[in-house]
């Protein structure tokens, strides 16, 4: 027996004593050259390794590199895709004589990546079809891809990828758009024909996010099928989820659930890159969830739930098209537009001008420049067919009734078709048009109200219960100019108006004026397409 536990240590000792000498006596740099030849090969891409290079054997195979860097593709901009600080792999060993190669961990420290799509819409990050698959022989079908030394990419397998302290670029040289990730931390693991599980954080917009994926068969992804994923976004400005499925690389289908939070969606829109200028107290809390599907060009939502600020509502809305277009309905429940509309009360904020500067114009003095109908305007990015439904409204002391709208934008110009409205025991209808694209900007308002009852409606625009009777109104005004001053002073139109059993005690017509005109003004100053407040200025109406 001590004969047979002399001869079981001896080997064992031998195995021991090599893992620890191989590393020392290994000329480990003379590789260097071989693996950079194996990486073209297999990618098609030129890796650089500028500083030392280890290998250890305890307590797994680790190969050790620094300052490593990975070629771009030619059409990139950037000269690397990425570059590492420091690049360490773990390998098990017993694959390695099977002709296999498990990743148990791969650690990549302070990388910056840089992620692109050219002007032909290649990725960066999609290898050649040359590096990654064996040439086709006549009358045959493609062979797997394999590396020299007689590896296929097949047969490889990664554990867990730890990015650590990175930074990650994304570019599309179509569009000039850039985004930028920092402090990029995260750990992803990948058991062959398993999972692809990631969890992690990143500053984005001077947020951190942090981030739960979970793609359930990435394999079936990449060779075009459909995958589930999971998908949770969190961040001090908002909350983010997705669950469904997904198919293509990049995604060419992709249907599932969204859902999204925000305490304000005013802060939400400024961390987006998005500001909104609307000075008022609405925009709020937000809450969010529909159904999502994608297909190529078509973005739809359907079954829809939305509650911002105060109001609630459902929606479906379809987008398609190298210019959108996007086709919606909306139901709410009760919409206060106080809630959007600036206060007549409100002070003007006027910036603080430094010492010996020029005090910077008002609005109402700037030639129509903050104010003005003309310049580039979101309303040119999509076509819009908006089918609003509203169950009541509420403006200042009005009550408005159910209320259906229909809003079109076309080239930029707008329709809102008013087909319904409920208004104290009467109804109405009318047509606004606006057309900011035009040399000189127009705005046409077309109302028809009838069977309104009066004394309510006066209560609502004077204050006052001197009127009684049942009426009938018509109006049809417009405009032209390049500010809200030049609409108002060119404003010009007809109107009517007819009582039944009418009776008036006395009235203030300074009073019932100053009511419509702040209606009219109202009005315009929603229409602001060039979506920057407007000044609030006094006009006289022809």
Known sequence: MRKLLVGLAVPVVVIITAVIIIPFVLPVEAYKDRLIALVKQAMGRELQIAGPVRLSLLPALT????????????????????????????????????????????????????????????????????????????????????????????????????????????????????????????????????????????????????????????????????????????????????????????????????????KSARELAKWLGSPIALTTRGLGPLELRSMLTISGSMISLSDL???????????????????????????????????????????????????????????ATQGGQRNALTGASPLELADVDFDLEIGSIAYERFQIGASTLGLHVRDGRISADLRRLALYQGSGHGRVTVDPTSSVPSIGLDLALMGVAIEPLAQAMVDSNRFSGTGNFDIAVSARGRSEQDLVRSLYGSGRLSLANGRIDGVDLLKLAKSAAKIWRDLIGTLDVAGAPTARSRGSIR
Do not use: C
């Open 305 to 363: 739930s939305l509650a911002l600020d105060a109001t609630k509502g459902s929606a479906s809305i379809d987008a398609a098209g190298v210019r959108p277009v996007v086709t919606a309905k909306l139901a709410i429940d009760k919409l206060d537009l106080d809630t959007y509309l600036p206060s007549a009360s409100a002070p003007t904020a006027q910036p603080v001008a430094a010492p010996g500067a020029h005090p910077a114009p008002s609005p």
């Open 63 to 262: 190969i050790e590199a620094n300052d490593v860097s990975f070629g771009n593709a030619p059409s990139a901009l950037a000269p690397q895709m990425a570059r590492l600080k420091e690049l360490r792999i773990e390998l098990r060993l017993l694959p390695l004589f099977h002709h296999g190669l498990v990743v148990d961990r791969l650690v990549l420290v302070e990388p910056v990546i840089s992620l692109e799509l050219d002007k032909a819409g290649h990725f960066n990050w999609v290898l050649s079809q040359a590096a990654t698959s064996s040439p086709v022989p006549a009358g045959g079908k493609a062979g797997p891809a394999t590396t020299a030394g007689g590896w296929g990419i097949s047969s490889l397998e990664l554990g867990e990828v730890r990015i650590i302290d990175g930074k990650i670029d994304y570019s599309d040289q179509r569009t000039g758009e850039a985004e930028q990730l920092n402090n990029v931390d995260t750990t992803l693991t990948l058991r062959n024909g398993g999972p692809l599980v990631a969890q992690g954080s990143a500053v984005w917009h001077g947020e951190r996010v942090t981030l739960a994926l979970d793609l359930g068969q990435p394999r079936l992804l990449l060779d075009g099928s459909e995958s589930q994923v999971d998908i949770k976004l969190a961040a001090t400005p908002t909350t983010f989820g997705f669950s469904g499925r997904v198919a293509g690389l990049p995604p060419a289908r992709l249907a599932g659930t969204i859902d999204l939070e925000a």
